[in-house]
C-alpha cells in the first residue's frame, strides 16, 4: 500500500469512528429531569407574621435512593436505577425543601425555613426528619415513611413522631409519579404540623 492509500485509508477509519459516535449519541435516550411539586407560596398579611419560626432539618433519605437518578421498586426486594429518568437536585434537597413549603401552609405557622437559612432568625423549634422508606411504583403508587423530632430551642420536652404515607398515582408517567410523591410529602408535612407549637 503506499503512503497516499494509507492516508486515504486512515483518513476513512476516522470518519467511520465518527459516525459511530454520532450515531450512538443521536440513539441514546434523552435524559429526563423532575421536581417534586410545590404548593404556592403563602401570602403574609404582616410584614412581621406571628407564629414559631420553624427550621426544617436534617433531613435523611435511603441511601437506596440518595442518588441523582430516580430508583423504581419492583418487588420488595429488587429495584431498577433508571439512567435516563433523574431528579433534577439532589432527593435530599428536593425532600427538605417540600417538607417546608408544605408545613408553611398550615395554619399559624407562616414562618418555616430551611435549616441554615435565616430568613426569620432564629428557630424556636428543630424539625428533624427521617426518611425511612421513599418507594417509587411506576404507574401504581408512592410511598413515604417518616420519623422525627422536634426540638425545642428553650429546652423543652423534645416530641417524636412517625407516619406513613401512600399516593395512588393518577395517570402515567414519571410526572404523574413525581406528583404522588409531592402528595405523600404534603401528608407526612400534615402529620408534623399537628404536633408542632402554635405558638413560640
Not at 413522631?161 to 405523600?184: D, S
Request: glycine letters at 8%; proline letters at 8%; hydrophobic letters at 45%.
Amino acid at each position: 500500500m503506499s503512503r497516499i492509500e494509507s492516508r486515504a485509508a486512515k483518513r476513512l477509519g476516522v470518519l467511520a469512528g465518527l459516525l459511530l459516535l454520532m450515531a450512538a449519541c443521536a440513539s441514546s435516550p434523552r435524559v429526563q429531569y423532575f421536581t417534586l411539586p410545590l404548593p404556592p407560596a403563602p401570602t403574609v398579611q404582616s410584614a412581621t407574621p406571628a407564629g414559631p419560626v420553624v427550621a426544617v432539618g436534617p433531613v435523611s433519605i435511603p441511601e437506596t435512593v440518595d442518588r441523582a437518578h430516580l430508583v423504581l421498586n419492583l418487588s420488595a426486594s429488587r429495584v431498577e436505577v433508571l439512567d435516563d429518568v433523574r431528579w433534577a437536585q439532589p432527593l435530599r434537597a428536593e425532600v427538605s425543601r417540600g417538607l417546608a413549603a408544605h408545613l408553611a401552609q398550615s395554619p399559624g405557622l407562616p414562618r418555616v425555613q430551611l435549616l441554615g437559612q435565616a430568613t426569620f432568625g432564629e428557630p424556636d423549634v428543630r424539625v428533624v426528619v427521617d426518611i425511612l422508606r421513599f418507594e417509587s411504583r411506576r404507574d401504581a403508587e408512592a410511598l413515604i415513611e417518616a420519623q422525627w423530632s422536634l426540638r425545642p430551642r428553650r429546652g423543652g420536652q423534645v416530641q417524636y413522631g412517625h407516619a406513613l404515607v401512600r399516593e395512588p398515582v393518577t395517570g402515567t408517567g414519571f410526572e404523574a409519579l413525581a406528583a404522588a410523591h409531592g402528595r405523600a410529602l404534603a401528608g407526612i408535612a400534615r402529620e408534623i404540623a399537628r404536633v408542632l407549637p402554635a405558638e413560640p
